[in-house]
């Protein structure tokens, strides 16, 4: 194939995805292997990055086992190379991976986020250029099921690193779980890291903004009646009770808005 017939490849493929003719990129993709890394050029997304983020979850995992059934034949045949690797851990402009995408999904996150990362380990816990790690965007958009996988895939469990759970920004998925509003998410940061939650608890942003700070300018997290809210709160306090923050203790700034 020609460098000009290859390029055309890649736009006609490319295209097809666009517009969601999955179906024809199948062909094309189980028929020409050297397109399977083409990235659209405004976003640098791959085949895979647009099949995860129209949803597509038949086509995603269509995708996957084309990879791992064709490396493992290559592994049998003794050739060497990773193609694993190379579609899986490919990384758009953002340098988020198919994973980071599935992750952030409205609809079939988890499902995808099984497909990828049960085929390509390595990538589960890979940052993106903000250093947010598939499980830190499943916390930041509310993706439970998900969020939970992806913690139990994870090398070290329940984290005895700063690492996935945080980003540059020192946001951290506590952060990100009161500011969006995912009690249950809270609940489930609560249990997993709760031998991490009072650093959690107490780390400032780039804005100089910690957890609390969040939960105390959200009046409606302590004036809900909601059974969820309210065991949060009430947990979040238990856990930092004896923190004292900026000369008053977490239990008096949180129980001067809620008092439980």
Known sequence: MTSNNSVR??????????????????????????????????????????????????????????????????????????????????????????????????????????????????????????????????????NKEAFLWLHDQSPQGSSSSNEPYKRNDNDTILHCAIAGGHIDMGIEIIRLYKDHIIVMTMMRNKNG??????????????ESTDLPSRFFVAQLLYHCKYIVFEGISCLQIMTSFCPL
Request: charged share 25%; net charge negative; proline share 3%.
């Open 209 to 222: 903004l910690s957890p609390l700070h969040i939960l105390a300018a959200t009046p409606s997290a302590f």
């Open 9 to 142: 490849d890649g736009e006609i493929i490319l295209q097809a995805a666009n517009d969601g003719k999955w179906l024809k990129v199948l062909e094309t993709y189980e028929a020409k292997k050297d397109l399977r890394t083409v990235k659209k050029p405004s976003t640098g997304d791959t085949i895979l990055h647009m099949a995860v983020s129209s949803g597509e979850l038949y086509i995603v995992g269509r995708i996957v086992d084309l990879v791992c059934l064709e490396r493992s034949n290559e592994q049998e045949g003794g050739e060497n190379g990773d193609e694993r690797e190379q579609v899986f851990g490919a990384k758009n402009e953002k340098g988020n991976t198919p994973l980071h995408l599935a992750a952030s999904a409205s609809n079939g996150s988890a499902e995808m986020c099984k497909e990828i990362g049960d085929a390509s380990r390595s990538i589960i816990t890979r940052g993106n250029k903000d250093g947010e790690t598939p499980l830190f965007l499943a916390a930041l958009h509310g």
